[in-house]
């Protein structure tokens, strides 16, 4: 009766040791997933950062160079998209 009682409680525990494991691979999935998400959200601060810089120096300054330095801060993507690159 001992003996049952005990692999008893070694099976539920090797069936909670397992969930644990499970539970401690996906919070690393998702920790990784947050940090991916952090990077990208750092990134498009920058962009946009250098947008409204160069926002405000088309406002300041007008013309066509500043419509190239808005490409540049976009990395390219107005080219891109128009099919030209300068």
């Known amino acids: 009766m001992l003996q049952a009682d005990y692999e008893e409680r070694e099976k539920t525990y090797k069936q909670l040791k397992a969930m644990v494991a499970e539970a401690i691979k996906d919070l690393a ?3 990784r997933k947050h940090v991916s998400l952090e990077e990208k959200v750092k990134h498009a601060k920058t962009k946009t950062k250098k947008l ?13 160079e500043c419509v190239e330095l808005a490409d540049q801060n976009a ?12």
Request: no cysteine; proline share 0%.
């Open 52 to 64: 409204k810089k160069t926002i405000s120096e088309v406002r300041l300054n007008g013309g066509y």
């Open 29 to 31: 999935k998702e920790e």
């Open 75 to 86: 990395g390219g993507a107005l080219a891109r998209r128009n099919g030209t690159i300068h």
